[in-house]
């Protein structure tokens, strides 16, 4: 199972950002997907997951009403738009691959079970 991150960018404070999870070798259907990220400096910390079918999606407190989760199983793909982009959202966005029948819906909390992508950039400008 391989686990990539991409769409990660410079941007200015204000602005939206669409990342993309691609999964290969197994059909993401299989897994949950969890977005993390690491500011600089800081630990690593959930961001928001969603269900191997969709269904069921969770959100961090900080990134609730600002980000939005989804999926496409046909494109083997996973995605988190973030609006209204802080400087604070700056970091490393790592995807996580998470076998389904794990837990119930989904989780935002790591576990060994997972499998992790590298990690994209994201670079908020104030």
């Known amino acids: 199972l391989y686990v990539v991150e991409s769409g990660g960018d410079l941007v200015q404070a204000g602005g939206s950002l669409k990342l993309s999870c691609v999964v290969t070798?197994?059909?993401?259907?299989?897994?949950?997907i969890i977005w993390f990220r690491q500011p600089p400096g800081k630990e690593r910390e959930e961001v928001s997951c969603i269900s191997s079918n969709g269904d069921h999606t969770q959100y961090a407190n900080s990134m609730n009403d600002r980000s939005t989760i989804w999926r496409d199983n046909t494109k083997n793909s996973a995605y988190l738009r973030i609006d209204s982009l802080k400087f604070e959202d700056t970091g490393v966005y790592f995807c996580?691959?998470?076998?389904?029948?794990?837990?119930?819906?989904?989780?935002?909390?790591?576990?060994?079970?997972?499998?992790w992508g590298r990690g994209t950039q994201v670079v908020v400008q104030p």
């Open positions: 070798g197994e059909p993401i259907s299989l897994y949950d």
């Open positions: 996580a691959a998470m076998p389904r029948e794990i837990v119930s819906g989904c989780t935002l909390l790591e576990d060994p079970s997972q499998e």
